[in-house]
């Protein structure tokens, strides 16, 4: 399995509550991703992340931020959290060279519940 | 149009039977059509994955049919299995990191 950890695995919040979700991966990869899973909507693209300090939005961006200080880490923030966005949260990484395809490694999920 | 269609939404399929699971897309600059498997709780993991320039490959018991005049891409499971119940995602990518999943179809497969 990707070394790819998310934390925290669970956590419930209280609507306008500020909330952050960490992936560290140990792959040395440098494209790293935040998906969020809904039933009916498949997986939608958050943020992604081309290095270090090099982010760029998805899909669904809006009430989202990132960060990418360290190869390593990928920080999801929600600067306000809402019941729209209980969800489950999925990292995911990918590398491409001679050695990667770009496949999508996935990290355990997080979800997050906005009460 | 960035979507990618997949259905059917849920699927019931006897021991031993073919699982049919189809994706539809309308962007032609994608480039690589992968197809994830996910367990409840766990994260999405690749099963296969296939090229536009190949029209079928075949992983053991699961294959990859496409289409590429069609624009349709399929996902067979053959001689299905109780371990194979999960939900499963296909998937489109353009450039190098700009994947699109399909809404994701849940399997399963009855003992």
């Known amino acids: 399995d990707a070394g790819i950890t998310q934390s925290p695995r669970h956590k419930v919040t209280e609507t306008g509550t500020p909330v952050t979700l960490r992936c560290h991966q140990t792959?040395?990869?440098?494209?790293m991703y935040w998906y969020r899973q809904d039933p009916g909507h498949g997986l939608r693209l958050i943020h992604y992340?081309?290095?270090?300090?090099?982010?760029d939005k998805g899909e669904v961006s809006d009430g989202y931020s990132v960060s990418r200080s360290k190869t390593e880490d990928f920080l999801l923030t929600l600067e306000s959290a809402t019941s729209s966005q209980t969800s489950v949260y999925f990292c995911?990484?990918?590398?491409?060279?001679?050695?990667?395809?770009?496949?999508?490694?996935f990290g355990e999920g997080s979800r997050l519940t906005v009460l | 149009q960035q979507q990618v269609k997949q259905s059917p939404q849920s699927l019931i399929v006897q021991k031993g039977g073919i699982s049919i699971i189809n994706c539809a897309y309308e962007?032609?600059?994608?480039?690589?059509f992968p197809w994830y498997q996910q367990f409840p709780g766990k994260g999405p993991a690749l099963l296969i994955a296939?090229?536009?320039?190949?029209s079928e490959k075949k992983e053991g018991r699961f294959t990859i049919s496409f289409n590429k005049s069609a624009k349709q891409f399929s996902l067979h499971i053959m001689d299905s299995q109780p371990g194979d119940s999960a939900t499963y995602f296909c998937?489109?990518?353009?450039?190098?990191?700009?994947?699109?999943f399909g809404t994701g179809t849940r399997l399963k497969v009855l003992a």
């Open positions: 995911a990484i990918s590398e491409f060279g001679t050695a990667n395809t770009g496949e999508l490694f």
């Open positions: 792959e040395n990869h440098r494209y």
């Open positions: 992340s081309y290095g270090v300090k090099d982010t």
């Open positions: 962007n032609t600059a994608f480039d690589y």
């Open positions: 296939i090229r536009p320039d190949v």
């Open positions: 998937a489109a990518r353009s450039g190098t990191y700009k994947y699109i």
